[in-house]
């Protein structure tokens, strides 16, 4: 079982700040690509940024040079940080992190989590 939880959503102003965080648990083995999604009303879930293993990362083009993505591998954890945010941010904001747990047997398994979301509003 693998487990995320995520913090940091709330109201802000247009032109404001929010930062994001998503820390995962359980009998991780390894984890290869974490990334944060959005989910506005009436709208298809789209991808937001990811980063890889590797530290490489893409960006939706409407929020490059605004959001950064980064990781921690030790403590399990991805944020996104978001500045010169605008009302068309708001949004359910989800991560997404996928790698393989070690099962019971110790068997390794892949898996691929969604956290319970965040809500980020942007309004003033």
């Known amino acids: 079982q693998v487990q995320l939880v995520e913090s940091g959503g709330g109201l802000v102003q247009p032109g404001g700040s929010l930062r994001l965080s998503c820390a995962a648990s359980g009998d991780i083995w390894s984890i290869n690509a974490m990334g944060w999604y959005r989910q506005a009303p009436g709208k298809q879930r789209e991808l937001v940024a990811t980063?890889?293993?590797?530290?490489?990362?893409n960006y939706a083009d409407s929020v490059k040079g605004r959001f950064t993505i980064s990781r921690d591998n030790a403590k399990k954890t991805v944020d996104l940080q978001m500045n010169s945010l605008k009302p068309e941010d708001t949004a359910v904001y989800y991560c997404?992190?996928?790698?393989?747990?070690?099962?019971?047997?110790?068997?390794?398994?892949?898996?691929?989590?969604w956290g319970q979301g965040t809500q980020v509003t942007v309004s003033s």
């Open positions: 980063i890889s293993s590797g530290g490489s990362t």
């Open positions: 997404n992190v996928e790698g393989r747990f070690r099962a019971s047997d110790a068997t390794l398994y892949p898996f691929g989590s």
